[in-house]
């Protein structure tokens, strides 16, 4: 069963940094597509970017483009987002999910990690 597990959300000062975690597991995701998005109160799921497990070919979406930048672990078991010039309107819950390289729709999500950014 695949699992996929956020962590590393917080409270962070405007301007500042921070790293999340997706750890995966469940299956071999070689052929597949991580992705992070993020739901701000009130507002639809948005999409951040993704990256090929196989290859490592990552896109972002241009709201985060140059600030947010997405990696893998040397074990190829965890995903990791990190962000840098954080601004309030980056808080949210952040999400990690995956699907088959080709799909059109995501399948597994994990459960979601919370940023804040203080101005």
């Known amino acids: 069963q695949v699992q996929l597990v956020e962590s590393g959300g917080g409270v962070v000062q405007a301007g500042g940094s921070l790293r999340l975690s997706c750890a995966a597991s469940?299956?071999?995701?070689?052929?597949?597509?991580m992705a992070w998005f993020r739901q701000a109160p009130g507002k639809e799921r948005e999409f951040l970017g993704r990256i090929a497990w196989t290859g490592g070919n990552t896109f972002y979406d241009d709201s985060v483009k140059g600030r947010f930048t997405i990696s893998r672990g040397n074990t190829r078991t965890t995903m990791y987002l990190d962000m840098t010039n954080l601004i309030p309107e980056d808080t949210a819950v952040y999400y990690c999910?995956?699907?088959?390289?080709?799909?059109?729709?995501?399948?597994?999500w994990g459960q979601g990690t919370q940023v804040t950014v203080s101005s």
């Open positions: 999910a995956t699907k088959r390289t080709g799909s059109t729709s995501y399948t597994n």
């Open positions: 469940g299956r071999s995701f070689s052929g597949y597509i």
